[in-house]
């Protein structure tokens, strides 16, 4: 096992991505799994005690082209506290997509086999434009409960956004990717070709800031004295966020 560790790690001009996710995943004190079928790596570990999923492979969502980054953080946040952030050429096409649906298919209510942020989008009230400047052009955000969201943005997570969008990096240039809550966790999803650059601290770095922004807005609710029956009266959403990787042989960081 060991010896396979090293022989991806030194890598070599046939696996560039398996030595950048190798030494990322040393760097962070986290295993890494090889993905059973197909080109991918999973990667497990913690954040703040909270354990992490990270998984780079084949898309679960048709939106998304080549590869996909996408990482799971489990952070027990409130069931009801759903919210969405996602880079708007993204909304919009998809919105273009599904009124092409309907109106093709004639139908008169929403499909449930879309994925959650599909059918967030038609189902729940975007923050207005004026309430978080420096992302209005790059993102849209929206949620069951509208206040949410923006406090969300309004804080560190909102700053390392903008910045993640107007800096070369991750996010640079409109790539198709969402933020999400749901079900007490935290979802991020990413267009990702390649694991080359810094793409990998960039988003790490992102869901850092997006993980801790989420809970300090919970503490601040519920320290003011938040309806918590208001607050969680939206139930888990019937689709599925997240379909994981079938790992293969496990392949440990080398404590030494």
């Known amino acids: 096992m060991l010896n ?72 027990g946040l409130p069931p009801g506290l759903e919210m969405l952030v996602m880079s708007k050429a993204l909304a919009e096409r998809l919105e273009q997509e599904a009124f092409s649906r309907y109106t093709e298919q004639m139908q008169t209510h929403l499909d449930l086999n879309l994925p959650e942020e599909s059918r967030w989008l038609a189902m729940f009230p975007r923050v207005e434009p004026g309430a978080v400047p420096a992302l209005r052009d790059d993102f849209v955000a929206l949620s069951a409960l509208p206040g949410q969201v923006r406090g969300w943005l309004l804080g560190a997570f909102g700053a390392r956004l903008a910045q993640a969008a107007e800096a070369p990096g991750a996010l640079a240039g409109g790539v198709p990717a969402m933020l999400m809550t749901l079900r007490g966790r935290l979802y991020v999803r990413v267009q990702a070709p390649s694991l ?61």
């Open 196 to 256: 080359q650059g810094p793409l990998l601290e960039d988003m790490y770095a992102l869901t850092t800031v997006a993980a801790r922004s989420a809970q300090e807005l919970v503490g601040l609710e519920e320290g003011e004295g938040a309806d918590s029956a208001d607050a969680n009266r939206f139930g888990a959403s019937s689709g599925t966020a997240w379909v994981s990787l079938a790992p293969g042989s496990t392949l440990q960081p080398d404590d030494k």
């Open 4 to 75: 396979a560790f090293k022989r991806l790690l030194a890598g070599g001009e046939d696996d560039p991505d398996g030595r950048e996710v190798m030494a990322w995943a040393k760097r962070h004190n986290c295993i890494v799994r090889r993905a059973r079928e197909g080109k991918g790596y999973i990667v497990e570990g913690s954040l703040d005690g909270h354990p992490l999923r990270l998984e780079w492979g084949a898309p679960q969502r048709a939106y998304l082209q080549g590869q996909e980054l996408r990482l799971r953080i489990e952070l």
